[in-house]
Antibody, heavy 118, light 110 residues
């Protein structure tokens, strides 16, 4: 089963772009669809978006204008970019592997807390 | 799409059973067999515990079981243990290459 590790800046200034990377090991990046989710402190999970292994994306409508999810197969990495951030974007960000065999988010990264100061 | 509806919290004593409901609509839970459940201990990442309504991944004890009736899915935890204290989130495929999550339920072992 794949292992996932998120990395990126922990502090992002308002109006700047949040950029995170998810490093994939122990399996083929092409075997999964890829998703990013986030969880504001003390709150529930929010799906940011999906990227299929054919390149199709589906983003949360509330974030769609600011989000880009992409895959670098040569580096075995999945990336998230969220532009024009505000304090409301402060959250733990998770990378997760979606498997068609279970129609579920089979494996999750440990998550990384990103803070946008107000 | 709106979040699936879960109770904010449920509780039970060790050895008892608790059931968490997850209510959606005919556009998600009611229309697809793709309901999954995730367990999240404080400070940890969510972990898959149920998929396809009632299937358990390898390593998940059979004390945890899932079911569905109409627009409502359920997770039952039998023979409750202290390690079951966590938040539980349901999730359903909602068509168009998208998922919808529940609001989460806190399970407390008394």
């Amino acid at each position: 089963q794949v292992q996932l590790q998120e990395s990126g800046p922990r502090l992002v200034k308002p109006s700047e772009t949040l950029s995170l990377t998810c490093s994939v090991s122990g399996g083929s990046i092409k075997s999964y669809y890829w998703s990013w989710l986030r969880q504001p402190p003390g709150k529930g999970l929010e799906l940011i978006g999906f990227l299929s292994n054919s390149g199709t994306t589906n983003y949360n409508p509330s974030l769609e204008s600011r989000v880009t999810i992409s895959v670098d197969t040569s580096e075995n990495q999945v990336s998230l970019k969220l532009s024009s951030v505000t304090a409301a974007d402060t959250a733990i960000y998770y990378c997760a592997a979606y498997s068609n065999s279970c129609s579920c988010l089979q494996t999750w990264g440990q998550g990384t807390l990103v803070t946008v100061p107000s | 799409q709106s979040a699936l509806t879960q109770p904010r919290s449920v509780s039970g004593s060790p050895g008892q059973s608790v059931t968490i409901s997850c209510t959606g609509t005919t556009n998600d839970v009611g229309d697809y067999h793709y309901v999954s459940w995730y367990q999240q201990h404080p400070g940890k990442a969510p972990k898959l515990i149920i998929y396809d309504v009632s299937e358990r991944p390898s390593g998940v004890p059979d004390r945890l079981s899932g079911s569905k009736s109409g627009n409502t899915a359920s997770l039952t935890i039998s023979r409750l243990q202290t390690d079951d204290e966590a938040y539980y989130y349901c999730c359903s495929y909602s068509g168009g290459f998208s998922l919808v999550f529940g609001s989460g339920t806190e399970v407390t072992v008394l």
